[in-house]
């Protein structure tokens, strides 16, 4: 498929050692890792993707992509998509 993340792509955490680094948002520390899936979708979540855009690049259905995004907030500790970006930037995982 086209457009899927794979053979080629750049790995979402741009090859730095520490996209497993466990912190939360509010205090510096995750509650668990993100895998590989969740930290895909978290790099399209920074980009402003839908979840129609994220389910259509990424090759998953949207009832998956909802989970994935519901498991990326709550492992960030936020609330909401808009504050996605700035706690993966302090978290050192974009």
Do not use: F, Q, W
């Amino acid at each position: 498929r086209t457009g899927r993340l794979g053979r080629g792509s750049p790995p979402p955490c741009g090859g730095r050692r520490h996209c497993r680094r466990t912190s939360s948002a509010a205090g510096g520390e995750l509650s668990e890792p993100l895998s590989p899936a969740e930290m895909n979708v978290l790099r399209l979540l920074c980009h402003h993707k839908s979840n129609a855009e994220i389910g259509e690049i990424l090759g998953i259905k949207l009832p998956t992509v909802k989970t994935y995004v519901s498991s990326v907030l709550r492992k960030l500790g936020v609330k909401n998509r808009g504050a996605v970006k700035d706690a993966a930037v302090k978290l050192h995982l974009i």
